[in-house]
């Protein structure tokens, strides 16, 4: 085993839940693969189908993969109809809380929407988007908050054989812009503004901003949410949705359209973590069982869960698993508007408490923040409904794992950490309690699931032992899989299939263990090679952040004469705990124990933040850029550039 490999081991598992050997995990799973065709044909099935596909999977002309071709589906229809067929009519499908408070912290709006009622908006909404002239095959572009309304409308595009591109909310002008324009739509839906952090963001300004820059969009609908006055509104182009709504008969049924399996459903952008973000494309009716098929294994959704998963729609999180995958198998959710430490830290925790919330999904950069709060803000409320807690984004780190099994989850949970991508469609690596559950381990990514073919390979494309660090590789399609980048089949080839001919490449650097659980340890382009050995990013941060000061870590690799290269690591320490010399050289000295001397960062800088994009990850690239002095490149995702100007000062201090 290389230096700087993980601790392996460790087993986790609790008298809540049957865990099952990994040896028969894997049996089954090589089941899975064994008979391929029939094992997705069999998931498939479980959905309605107006038509049944005739091809399974088309893999005639790789990488444009098909699946099941011949099939017709719709996602409205599967998400809200079929839902109210069930007897679930009068079941909540959706609770939604406002970000605003009382005096003692409680929600001053809170909107309850059963299956009947949001198959009503949203047949509304979709009567409104072929009013306003939208077809099958156009796209919209939705730059909303959360509300009920996003939901409402990307469940309606998808109603019509629409497609949505979502932009998150966050984004500035420019950025929605290139992505309305890259997407060529002609409807953009906004709002006056939203809450978050006690403020208003007024949205409807930034949008004007982005629609002068934005040739394609002939019209704009506009929710109230705020209420806002003076909100400047152009004739002819912009409306009011309530004025919208105004002229649509309260009984209003839009026929779903049988939609071919291959047509496009969403156009996103990914997260721009690495460089520019790139319109990934995905269909629906592949999507749509992959989406279904791990709202079950991965989430084991019963009748009576109440499923909150705290992404953004923004990501393809919440596409995925805010806005499909709890209606398609069924489920009660929560969405919540606003920040998580307003107006107190404990936000979320009193959500949990008071909605009983018993699957929750979020991500290591929320569990760090809370981390850095301290325990005492959820230890205040009753968290004991909660079961089953997945992260998704980053890898955990151990120590973030042990803090969330321990302080949410009472050590009574499945915890697991969910590997998966934009392009993915839906989760790929996991633990899987409502399939099959194996033992849990601090840190991992767990086994593939059943039907998917991951494996960790050399630059050559040949698999790797278990300790041996290497990439991350699908070999197989499966069912979410992306169906390109928009307008760019050449660039799609040259990301995703061109490295390793046949095998999807993740972009992930990663080693299996001794069971076949992945740990993914970083982005391949930010390995760092030190005296001839690779270390994962996340490695040495994991170190760090096991220190009792530190709450989150960036690590980069800068030159170095004689290594090659050499760590440097940006520290945001715990509240409570005092930056300085002393803690600078007890935590080179920390890693050097943790992990080995290669590793041992040459400096570390004490930051009040790292860059993040804005869904919360770590942006190592413009940390590497700083050091080295190079141009940032692509900036639009990050969230907040303070951060990148602290760093570059602590650089030329240095100097
Ligand atoms: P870009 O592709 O534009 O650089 P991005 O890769 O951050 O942005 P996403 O598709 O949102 O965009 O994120 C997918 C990536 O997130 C994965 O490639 C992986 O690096 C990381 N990731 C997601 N979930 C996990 C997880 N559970 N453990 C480790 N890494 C994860
Ligand atoms: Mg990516």
């Known amino acids: 085993m290389e230096p700087g490999s993980l601790p392996f081991g460790e087993y986790v598992t609790n008298d809540k839940f049957v865990f099952q050997r990994i040896e028969d995990y894997w049996r089954r799973h090589a089941e899975t693969l064994k008979n391929f065709n029939e094992f997705w044909d069999g998931v498939a099935s479980e959905l309605e189908w107006f038509e049944k596909w005739k091809n399974l999977l088309d893999d005639s002309n790789p990488p444009f993969y098909k699946w099941f071709v011949g099939g017709k589906i719709n996602l409205s229809y599967l998400a809200l109809d079929l839902n109210v067929k069930k007897g679930r009519g009068n079941k909540v499908a959706l609770i939604w809380e406002g970000e605003p408070v009382d005096g003692n912290g409680m929600p001053l709006e809170v909107m309850r929407y059963t299956y009947g009622e949001l198959l009503r908006e949203v047949n509304k909404a979709a009567y409104v988007l072929k009013r306003l002239g939208v077809g099958k095959g156009d796209r919209?572009?939705?730059?909303?908050?959360?509300?009920?309304e996003?939901?409402?409308?990307?469940?309606?595009?998808?109603?019509?054989?629409?497609?949505?591109?979502?932009?998150?909310?966050?984004?500035?002008?420019?950025?929605?812009?290139?992505?309305?324009?890259?997407?060529?739509?002609?409807?953009?839906?906004?709002?006056?503004?939203?809450?978050?952090?006690?403020?208003?963001?007024?949205?409807?300004?930034?949008?004007?901003?982005?629609?002068?820059?934005?040739r394609s969009v002939e019209k704009v609908v506009v929710v109230k949410r705020i209420g806002l006055n003076n909100v400047p509104m152009r004739?002819?182009?912009?409306?009011?949705?309530?004025?919208?709504?105004?002229?649509?008969?309260?009984?209003?049924?839009?026929?779903?359209?049988?939609l071919e399996s291959e047509h496009?459903?969403?156009?996103?952008?990914?997260?721009?973590?690495?460089?520019?973000?790139?319109?990934?494309?995905?269909?629906?009716?592949?999507?749509?069982?992959?989406v279904y098929a791990t709202m079950k294994w991965v989430f084991d959704i019963r009748e009576h869960d109440v499923y909150w998963c705290?992404?953004?729609?923004?990501?393809?999180?919440?596409?995925?698993?805010?806005?499909?995958?709890?209606?398609?198998?069924?489920?009660?959710?929560?969405?919540y508007e606003g920040a998580p430490d307003y107006p107190q830290p404990d936000r979320w925790w009193s959500i949990i408490e008071r909605y009983k919330v018993s699957v929750f999904y979020t991500s290591p950069t929320a569990i760090r923040m809370f981390m850095k709060f301290g325990e005492d803000w959820p230890r205040r409320h009753d968290l004991s409904s909660l079961r089953i807690i997945h992260s998704v984004g980053e890898p955990i780190n151990p120590e973030a794992w042990r803090w969330t099994y321990r302080v949410l989850g009472n050590e009574k949970v499945v915890l697991g950490s969910t590997w998966w991508m934009t392009e993915t469609g839906g989760i790929m690596i996991s633990h899987t309690p409502g399939f099959f559950l194996v033992p849990m381990k601090p840190g991992t990514n767990g086994p593939p699931l059943p039907g998917i073919e991951a494996d960790i390979v050399d630059a050559k494309g040949e698999s790797v032992p278990p300790g041996v660090k290497g990439y991350l590789v699908i070999k197989r399609p499966w069912p979410g899989m992306l169906h390109g980048i928009w307008g760019d089949p050449e660039r799609y080839k040259a990301t995703y299939w061109a490295r390793f001919p046949g095998y999807f490449y993740a972009g992930d650097f990663a080693v299996k263990d001794q069971d076949g659980f992945i740990w993914v340890l970083g982005r391949a382009d930010e390995v760092l090679k030190v005296a001839g050995h690779r270390l994962g990013t996340y490695e040495i941060e994991s170190a760090l952040v096991g220190h009792p000061a530190v709450a989150e870590a960036a690590v980069v690799g800068v030159p170095d004469p004689i290594k090659a290269e050499t760590p440097v690591a940006f520290v945001v320490l715990k509240q409570g705990f005092k930056a300085g010399p002393e803690l600078r050289e007890e935590?080179?000295?920390?890693?050097?124990?943790?992990?080995?001397?290669?590793?041992?960062?040459?400096?570390?800088?004490?930051?009040?933040?790292?860059?993040?994009?804005?869904?919360?990850?770590?942006?190592?690239?413009?940390?590497?850029?700083?050091?080295?002095?190079?141009?940032?490149?692509?900036?639009?995702?990050?969230?907040?550039?303070?951060?990148?100007?602290?760093?570059?000062?602590?650089?030329?201090?240095?100097k």
């Open 150 to 214: 996003t939901i409402i409308f990307m469940l309606a595009a998808w109603r019509i054989g629409a497609i949505t591109s979502v932009v998150f909310s966050g984004f500035s002008a420019e950025a929605l812009a290139d992505r309305i324009n890259d997407a060529g739509a002609k409807l953009l839906i906004t709002a006056d503004g939203f809450w978050r952090r006690g403020k208003i963001v007024p949205l409807k300004e930034t949008a004007d901003k982005a629609v002068e820059r934005a």
């Open 140 to 148: 919209i572009s939705i730059y909303l908050p959360m509300i009920p």
């Open 264 to 290: 496009p459903s969403f156009i996103l952008y990914t997260s721009g973590t690495t460089g520019k973000p790139k319109g990934i494309v995905h269909d629906t009716g592949g999507w749509a069982v992959h």
């Open 235 to 258: 004739e002819g182009r912009d409306y009011w949705l309530h004025d919208l709504l105004r002229e649509v008969p309260s009984d209003v049924f839009v026929e779903p359209e049988r």
């Open 310 to 335: 705290t992404a953004d729609v923004g990501w393809v999180t919440g596409h995925s698993y805010v806005v499909l995958g709890p209606m398609l198998v069924g489920a009660t959710q929560v969405v």
């Open 587 to 654: 935590l080179r000295r920390h890693v050097r124990n943790a992990i080995g001397p290669i590793a041992e960062p040459s400096t570390v800088f004490f930051v009040s933040k790292v860059p993040k994009t804005r869904s919360g990850k770590i942006m190592r690239r413009l940390l590497r850029s700083i050091a080295l002095n190079a141009p940032l490149g692509d900036v639009s995702t990050l969230e907040d550039e303070t951060s990148v100007d602290e760093a570059r000062k602590l650089f030329e201090e240095l």
